[in-house]
Nanobody
Framework: QVQLVESGGGLVQAGGSLRLSCAASGRTSSSYAMGWFRQAPGKERDFVAAISGSGSTYYADSVKGRFTISRDNAKNTLYLQMNSLKPEDSAVYYC????????????????????WGQGTQVTVSS
């Protein structure tokens, strides 16, 4: 089992920045794939960014160039640096992890992930 706890959400003005953190505990591994997703009210959970066990990254087009995903394996922590925030970035942000032997792959679909955090709210005001 893996437990994930997100933090760092909040209210920010458009153009501002936030850094989300996701602390992992339990049966974690630096080889596991990890990702960030977001869900706005009444909408599906959407892919934001992913990172493989080898450090490869992949981003949704809507956040490319503004968001950066990273991981600190020594701290078992995943990060999402969000810059130039827009009101349409407002959502609950979730981190997820997928135990896998394919440490070089990233995953973009929610159903591919096995463990999820409880989410953290990000609100961007215009």
């Amino acid at each position: 089992q893996v437990q994930l706890v997100e933090s760092g959400g909040g209210l920010v003005q458009a153009g501002g920045s936030l850094r989300l953190s996701c602390a992992a505990s339990g049966r974690t591994s630096s080889s596991y794939a990890m990702g960030w997703f977001r869900q706005a009210p009444g909408k599906e959970r959407d892919f934001v960014a992913a990172i493989s066990g080898s450090g490869s990254t992949y981003y949704a087009d809507s956040v490319k160039g503004r968001f950066t995903i990273s991981r600190d394996n020594a701290k078992n922590t995943l990060y999402l640096q969000m810059n130039s925030l827009k009101p349409e970035d407002s959502a609950v942000y979730y981190c997820a992890t997928k135990p896998t032997i394919y440490y070089f792959l990233t995953y973009t679909r929610p159903r591919e992930y096995d463990y999820w955090g409880q989410g953290t709210q990000v609100t961007v005001s215009s």
